[in-house]
C-alpha cells in the first residue's frame, strides 16, 4: 500500500515491500521494530535508528538523533476520500462536510456548537465495511449537524455544516 508522508512540509511517497520500502519511486533497505510504547528500532539502507514516537492531533511528533519532526501520514485510500469530500471546499461562510460515498453513520463525534480544529473528527461513515473519520476540513464551530448514527446516506449528501472561523 501506498502512503502520503508529509515531513515538516515536505511530502513523500511511501511504498511498503516485503524487501523493505519504495521512497519516492526509489526502493530503499529498510526494516523496523518496536522496542516498547513509542520507541522504534528502525534500519534504513544498514543504518540504525532509534526513533521516538508520540502521536499529536495533526499525525506524529518523531524524534530521531535529537531532531525532532512533524509527520502526518496519509494512506492513498484516506487521501482519495478526502479530495472528494474537499470538492467544493473553499470561501467563507458555511462549510458543508459531504458523504464522499454512499454508507451507513455509524458514530456522531461532534455536536451542534461544538468548536472544532482542521483535522478533527466530525463523523464516522462504513462504506464497503470499511469505517471512514471523516474530519473538518478548517477550524470552525459546528453549525449543524445533519445526521445521527445508523443512519444511511447517499454520495454528496451534507453531513454536517460549519461556520467556519473568520481570519
Known amino acids: 500500500m ?3 508522508v508529509e515531513v515538516d512540509g515536505a511530502g513523500f511517497e511511501v511504498e511498503r515491500l516485503v524487501s523493505g520500502l519504495r521512497l ?3 526502493e530503499r533497505a529498510a526494516e523496523f521494530a518496536w522496542l516498547a510504547d513509542g520507541e522504534v528500532q528502525l534500519t534504513l539502507d544498514g543504518a540504525n535508528h532509534r526513533v521516538f514516537a508520540r502521536r499529536t492531533p495533526a499525525g506524529w511528533r518523531l524524534t530521531v538523533r535529537g531532531r525532532t ?6 494512506d492513498e485510500r484516506t487521501r482519495a476520500l478526502r479530495a472528494l ?4 471546499a473553499g470561501g467563507r461562510g458555511p462549510q458543508e462536510l459531504r458523504a464522499p460515498m454512499p454508507g451507513l453513520i ?3 463525534l461532534a455536536e451542534a456548537g461544538q468548536r472544532v480544529s482542521a483535522g478533527d473528527g466530525l463523523v464516522v461513515i462504513e462504506a464497503m ?3 471512514n473519520e471523516l474530519r ?3 477550524p470552525g464551530t459546528v453549525a449543524e449537524i445533519e ?3 445508523g443512519d444511511v446516506v447517499d454520495r454528496d449528501q451534507v453531513l454536517v455544516t460549519l461556520e467556519a472561523e473568520t481570519p
Do not use: I, L, P
Open 24 to 26: 519516492n519511486g526509489s
Open 129 to 131: 465495511k470499511m469505517e
Open 85 to 88: 469530500a474537499d470538492q467544493g
Open 69 to 74: 519532526f512533524d509527520v502526518t501520514v496519509e
Open 136 to 138: 473538518a476540513r478548517e
Open 147 to 149: 445526521v445521527r448514527a
Open 106 to 108: 455509524t458514530r456522531v
Open 2 to 4: 501506498k502512503y502520503h
